[in-house]
Every structure is written in structure tokens, then in C-alpha cells.
């Protein structure tokens, strides 16, 4: 990537606000999301990019534990949400079309049109049981919500949902998508708390954020049992990061299974949800270090950057051959080309998006073919002169480091079994 060609550039790389700041709005202030238009969010390249491996992370995580992905539609049919009592009580949140097409809204739930879909392929067998899937799916709500991507009318999540044949198996169900959860979250390298009813398997991961909305008063578990009693310590704000109950509507939609009798039955539902925009707000709020963000390297947009130093054209050349070198050899790779950007600018960007090694090509550096690299934000790194094949040395052993420098050579001992 090329930060001199993709738009709403110029703002990276601007100073870490204050971390004392409640209303501090991070994706926005490092440029790796915007509201340009009726309360949607845009993704930078940059913001995008970090998504992206959250998305890989959970992914691989959600098939080590077992689950299946699909792919399902952004419409669906209004009368699809109906069984549930979804128009009655979410009808004005729906986001819809003019007629002749006023029978169809955009995505606005799952669970309906997931069992919609198993319905479709007719009666199950128990073997088939437990099924577990996921899907990456935006969801659309047009709330009037804060402008963040926190709470938006637009946002991204991991749905997942398993069905069980009796209330029994999927409490064991909803014990397994809480240590998938988990999982994904250690891989994130996230701390979030799990509040959980083992009676219903209701449960949620919160994390400490000023500006959420879901303290422990307002998790599920909480809301289930309104004779739960709290403290002053449940009200204090948190962010929900995963949330996951039963699923009471299964019976109106058409879906069965034959049990060991041939008896026909109906399945148990859990549904699940992990927030991937709200992964990445949690990964901006817990890995700020002073004057930038020490993302893990599961997840860092960029393991290098790619720095040009002044504006001779010979110099530009050179940064951008050893952009393609380093690309071509498969390394995470951004080029910080931005014509009057400064220095001090582009080392601020490397800080504030947890990119780690920074590679400076000046004029010097042009002609004699070896290249200087500094180190990670903290880490006492002293700056090495290296050629092309020295620095592809270097990134090979050392390019996948935390900003700690320690090496994450742990990454297979995390994660749940299926």
C-alpha cells in the first residue's frame, strides 16, 4: 500500500489525543474511519486492513472449534421476520425499499434467515446434530445512534449458531461458543469479562469503555432475571464485545430434525454474535502505549513502513523498488510516500497503527543500495544499516516480534477444540 494514493491520507500520522479523554473517538482521530454519509461508516485502506486480519483470526479460530461458514444474503424478505414478533417490536428500525420491492429490507437480524435456510434443505437427521455455523455478516439498523463505530447503523459481526437437540445439549453448546469465544479474544490478545447464567446460557463479554453501553446491569444474563440483584460496580460503563442466548422462536419456523425414535423434533437454537468493529475499538482503547497503539502482531495492519525522506526523485525510486522487493517477498509492507509529509509525520503514523519496523531511505540510502531500520516504538532497537538481503534476513527472523520483543511464537498454543 501506498499512503500517497489512497484517499484521507493526510491526517495520519496527526497526535495521539489524549488518553485521559473520555470522548476521545480513536478510529476516527487515526484515520482509519470516517461518517461521511447518513450515519454510515467508511473503512480507510488502513482501517480496513486492520479488520481484515481480525476477520482472519476469527475465522481461523471459529473453524479449529468446529464451525462450518456460510454465506448468506444482505436482503431479505420482511414476512422472513415475522414469526419472531421482530416487525412489532424492531419494525421501525428496518431499512427498506420503495415499492414495487417494499416486501424486502436489508439485513437486520440473522437468526430468521438462517433458520429460513436450514428449513429449506427439509427434515435433518439427529446425526446432523449439533450443527454449528458462522457467517461474516454486516448488519443494517437505523438507529439514532452516536457516530462511532461503537454504535453504528451500519456495522460488521461474526454471527455464529448452533442447533441441539434438547436444552441439555445446548447448554453445552452455549458452554462451547463461550470458550470460542475466549479464544478469539486471547488470540486478539483482548481482556474482556464474561458474565454468564448457567440455567439459560445467556452470556456476554463486556470490556471496560467509557463511552459503552453495557454495563453488567444490562447484560443479558441481567436482563433475563430481573430479580438478579446489582451493585454500584454493575453500572459502570462497558463496552459489549460478544453476547449469546437461547433462541425462543425456533418452533415458527420449519425447521425439524427425526430423532433415535424417528420421532420428528424440533431443534434448540443458540445464536451468537461477535462484534468485529467492536474488536477493533477494544484493540485500540487496551494496547495504547504513550504516543501510540502496540497492536498485536496477529492483527497489525503493517509489520514494516517504508519511509521516504526528502523529496529528490531518485530517492522516491528508490523506496518504492524496495517497497515492491519486500512485497514480493511477502512481507507486510506499507510505503509512506505522502508528498510533504514530515518525518516526525510518518514516524507518528508507524506509532499510532502498531507498526513496528520502519525502514528510512534517504539519499544516501539511494546510492549506496543499504537502507537504515529502526526498531519498534520503546523497544531500545539502535538503528541497523542494511542491504536488501540483510533486511529481508532481519524481517524473516525478527518481523512477526510484539512491540514487546517478544517473539509470538505461542500463537498454536492458543485457541478451543472443537
Same mark, same amino acid.
Given at each position: 500500500m501506498r499512503l500517497s494514493k489512497i484517499p484521507h491520507a493526510d491526517p495520519l500520522g496527526a497526535p495521539m489525543p489524549d488518553p485521559g479523554d473520555p470522548e476521545a473517538d480513536l478510529p476516527h482521530q487515526l484515520g482509519l474511519a470516517r461518517f461521511t454519509d447518513a450515519g454510515f461508516p467508511w473503512f480507510s485502506p488502513v482501517g480496513q486492513r486492520l479488520v481484515t486480519r481480525i476477520q482472519a483470526v476469527v475465522r481461523r479460530e471459529m473453524e479449529r472449534a468446529g464451525y462450518a461458514e456460510f454465506r448468506g444474503p444482505a436482503v431479505h424478505r420482511v414476512e422472513t421476520l415475522a414469526p419472531a414478533g421482530w416487525l412489532e417490536r424492531f419494525g421501525g428500525e428496518l431499512i427498506g425499499f420503495s415499492a414495487p420491492f417494499d416486501q424486502y429490507t436489508l439485513a437486520a437480524t440473522s437468526e430468521e434467515?438462517?433458520?429460513s435456510y436450514i428449513g429449506s434443505a427439509g427434515l435433518a437427521s439427529?446425526?446432523?446434530?449439533?450443527?454449528?455455523?458462522?457467517?461474516?455478516?454486516?448488519?443494517?439498523?437505523?438507529?439514532?445512534?452516536?457516530?462511532?463505530?461503537?454504535?453504528s447503523r451500519q456495522f460488521q459481526c461474526c454471527l455464529f449458531a448452533s442447533l441441539d437437540t434438547d436444552h441439555a445439549a445446548y447448554l453445552q453448546s452455549a458452554a462451547h461458543a463461550q470458550r470460542t469465544v475466549r479464544a478469539v479474544l486471547d488470540r486478539l490478545r483482548l481482556s474482556a469479562e464474561l458474565v454468564r447464567d448457567e440455567t439459560t446460557g445467556g452470556f456476554e463479554f463486556i470490556f471496560p469503555y467509557a463511552r459503552g453501553d453495557r454495563p453488567r446491569s444490562r447484560?443479558? #444474563?441481567?436482563?433475563?432475571?430481573? *430479580? !438478579?440483584?446489582t451493585t454500584a460496580e454493575d453500572e459502570i460503563p462497558q463496552g459489549g464485545v460478544a453476547m449469546g442466548y437461547g433462541y425462543t422462536h425456533t418452533p415458527a419456523f420449519d425447521v425439524r430434525f427425526r430423532d433415535e425414535d424417528n420421532q420428528v423434533r424440533t431443534p434448540v437454537m443458540g445464536t451468537y454474535g461477535l462484534g468485529i468493529q467492536r474488536c477493533?475499538?477494544?484493540?485500540?482503547?487496551?494496547?495504547?502505549?504513550?504516543?501510540g497503539i502496540a497492536l498485536p502482531a496477529a492483527v497489525r495492519p503493517f509489520d514494516v513502513m517504508v519511509a521516504v525522506q526528502g523529496r529528490d526523485p531518485a530517492t522516491a525510486d528508490a523506496a518504492g523498488e524496495l517497497?515492491?522487493?519486500?512485497?514480493?517477498?511477502?512481507?507486510?509492507?506499507?510505503?509512506d510516500d505522502r508528498h510533504g509529509a514530515s518525518m516526525g509525520g510518518r514516524m507518528r503514523f508507524a506509532d499510532?497503527?502498531?507498526? #513496528?519496523?520502519?525502514?528510512?531511505? *534517504? !539519499?544516501?540510502?539511494?546510492?549506496?543500495?543499504?537502507?537504515?531500520?529502526?526498531?519498534?516504538?520503546?523497544?531500545r532497537e539502535p538503528e541497523r544499516s542494511l542491504t536488501v538481503d540483510g533486511l529481508l534476513a532481519h524481517l524473516t527472523a525478527r518481523g512477526h516480534e510484539e512491540w514487546t520483543g517478544r517473539p509470538g511464537n505461542d500463537d498454536e498454543r492458543i485457541g478451543a477444540s472443537a
Amino acid at each position: 500500500m501506498r499512503l500517497s494514493k489512497i484517499p484521507h491520507a493526510d491526517p495520519l500520522g496527526a497526535p495521539m489525543p489524549d488518553p485521559g479523554d473520555p470522548e476521545a473517538d480513536l478510529p476516527h482521530q487515526l484515520g482509519l474511519a470516517r461518517f461521511t454519509d447518513a450515519g454510515f461508516p467508511w473503512f480507510s485502506p488502513v482501517g480496513q486492513r486492520l479488520v481484515t486480519r481480525i476477520q482472519a483470526v476469527v475465522r481461523r479460530e471459529m473453524e479449529r472449534a468446529g464451525y462450518a461458514e456460510f454465506r448468506g444474503p444482505a436482503v431479505h424478505r420482511v414476512e422472513t421476520l415475522a414469526p419472531a414478533g421482530w416487525l412489532e417490536r424492531f419494525g421501525g428500525e428496518l431499512i427498506g425499499f420503495s415499492a414495487p420491492f417494499d416486501q424486502y429490507t436489508l439485513a437486520a437480524t440473522s437468526e430468521e434467515p438462517l433458520l429460513s435456510y436450514i428449513g429449506s434443505a427439509g427434515l435433518a437427521s439427529h446425526r446432523q446434530l449439533p450443527m454449528r455455523l458462522f457467517e461474516f455478516r454486516e448488519i443494517f439498523r437505523f438507529r439514532d445512534r452516536p457516530q462511532s463505530i461503537y454504535n453504528s447503523r451500519q456495522f460488521q459481526c461474526c454471527l455464529f449458531a448452533s442447533l441441539d437437540t434438547d436444552h441439555a445439549a445446548y447448554l453445552q453448546s452455549a458452554a462451547h461458543a463461550q470458550r470460542t469465544v475466549r479464544a478469539v479474544l486471547d488470540r486478539l490478545r483482548l481482556s474482556a469479562e464474561l458474565v454468564r447464567d448457567e440455567t439459560t446460557g445467556g452470556f456476554e463479554f463486556i470490556f471496560p469503555y467509557a463511552r459503552g453501553d453495557r454495563p453488567r446491569s444490562r447484560t443479558i #444474563p441481567y436482563h433475563r432475571d430481573a *430479580g !438478579r440483584a446489582t451493585t454500584a460496580e454493575d453500572e459502570i460503563p462497558q463496552g459489549g464485545v460478544a453476547m449469546g442466548y437461547g433462541y425462543t422462536h425456533t418452533p415458527a419456523f420449519d425447521v425439524r430434525f427425526r430423532d433415535e425414535d424417528n420421532q420428528v423434533r424440533t431443534p434448540v437454537m443458540g445464536t451468537y454474535g461477535l462484534g468485529i468493529q467492536r474488536c477493533v475499538l477494544a484493540l485500540l482503547e487496551q494496547h495504547r502505549v504513550p504516543g501510540g497503539i502496540a497492536l498485536p502482531a496477529a492483527v497489525r495492519p503493517f509489520d514494516v513502513m517504508v519511509a521516504v525522506q526528502g523529496r529528490d526523485p531518485a530517492t522516491a525510486d528508490a523506496a518504492g523498488e524496495l517497497h515492491r522487493v519486500l512485497l514480493e517477498n511477502d512481507v507486510s509492507v506499507v510505503l509512506d510516500d505522502r508528498h510533504g509529509a514530515s518525518m516526525g509525520g510518518r514516524m507518528r503514523f508507524a506509532d499510532a497503527v502498531g507498526v #513496528p519496523w520502519r525502514v528510512v531511505v *534517504g !539519499r544516501d540510502d539511494a546510492k549506496s543500495g543499504s537502507f537504515r531500520l529502526r526498531g519498534p516504538l520503546g523497544a531500545r532497537e539502535p538503528e541497523r544499516s542494511l542491504t536488501v538481503d540483510g533486511l529481508l534476513a532481519h524481517l524473516t527472523a525478527r518481523g512477526h516480534e510484539e512491540w514487546t520483543g517478544r517473539p509470538g511464537n505461542d500463537d498454536e498454543r492458543i485457541g478451543a477444540s472443537a
